[in-house]
């Protein structure tokens, strides 16, 4: 989870402060475009046959998968 996500769930929480909390909800969407985007790169270079480039977004893409599955639980 980035800095700014971390920030922003720390004031939300402590605070009840809507806006924090709005900032929050949007560094979550971030993180899942970010997630998304990393899945989309490492097909294309899979199918373009960088098999390096492919592992190395496609780990890329589990961590930020990770991180952005821990930020929907934090939410909930």
Known sequence: MSVWASMGRRRAMSRRDDAAAAAY?????????????????????????????????AESAARADSAYSAAVCDVL
């Open 25 to 57: 909800l949007a560094a979550v969407a971030e993180a899942r475009r970010m997630r998304d985007q990393l899945i989309a790169d490492a097909r294309k270079a899979l199918s373009e046959g960088r098999y390096a480039d492919a592992e190395e977004l």
